[in-house]
T-cell receptor, first 114, second 114 residues
Framework: ETGVTQTPRHLVMGMTNKKSLKCEQH?????MYWYKQSAKKPLELMFV???????ENNSVPSRFSPECPNSSHLFLHLHTLQPEDSALYLC?????????????FGQGTRLTVV | AQSVTQLGSHVSVSEGALVLLRCNYS??????LFWYVQYPNQGLQLLLK??????LVKGINGFEAEFKKSETSFHLTKPSAHMSDAAEYFC????????????FGSGTQLTVLP
């Protein structure tokens, strides 16, 4: 248990569906992240939020829409996805300071787009 | 810009043998360095980190890593492999003081043979 909880753990959705992934952290961190992990590819950073403000969007298609209502919660809204979007989506949080930049990860949501 | 190269996407060792997973980094400033482990369908768990204190860092599960500035390396070792060490291992770098997020290597899959 890392203090970062992701739900659901598994999700199967059709290309016309709309769904949301949820991430919650109880570590008092100010930064939260979404990563995509596809088979045989490096971890891809998708979005970064610092103090609830989005500070990075790494050229992610608009069919992925993040939301950070407060510093403890992060959502990833999904709509009209493609089969190549099937992957493990990881949420992480950190308290980025001069002394400490390590990230704590949730267990991920395994997404399958059919 | 910072980057991480992990040499060898797959490493196999016999149970009881030495584990050596290689990581080289590129950074314009003295970096912070991390090793994470990922078990199947799980998130990433921090094994150890280097933050400019001792160059030999001890982590969980008997792993350790040595920061070698002259070689720009941060290789992960364990004297005696256990079956439970089979997992994917990721090296990561961050730029201290700028609150940057982590940059990950592409990962090394460790197989432990009986």
């Amino acid at each position: 248990e890392t203090g970062v909880t992701q739900t659901p753990r598994h999700l199967v959705m059709g290309m016309t569906n709309k769904k949301s992934l949820k991430c919650e952290q109880h570590l008092g961190h100010n930064a939260m992240y979404w990563y995509k992990q596809s088979a045989k590819k490096p971890l891809e950073l998708m979005f970064v939020y610092n103090f609830k403000e989005q500070t990075e969007n790494n050229s992610v298609p608009s069919r992925f829409s993040p939301e950070c209502p407060n510093s403890s919660h992060l959502f990833l809204h999904l709509h009209t996805l493609q089969p190549e979007d099937s992957a493990l989506y990881l949420c992480a949080s950190s308290q980025p300071t001069v002394l400490n930049t390590e990230a704590f990860f949730g267990q991920g949501t395994r997404l399958t787009v059919v | 810009a910072q980057s991480v190269t992990q040499l060898g996407s797959h490493v196999s060792v016999s149970e009881g043998a030495l584990v050596l997973l290689r990581c080289n980094y590129s950074s314009s400033v003295p970096p912070y360095l991390f090793w994470y482990v990922q078990y199947p369908n799980q998130g990433l768990q921090l094994l150890l980190k280097y933050t400019s204190a001792a160059t030999l860092v001890k982590g969980i599960n008997g792993f350790e890593a040595e920061f070698k500035k002259s070689e720009t390396s941060f290789h992960l070792t364990k004297p005696s492999a256990h079956m439970s060490d089979a997992a994917e291992y990721f090296c990561a770098v961050s730029d201290p003081g700028s609150a940057r997020q982590l940059t990950f290597g592409s990962g090394t899959q460790l197989t432990v043979l009986p």
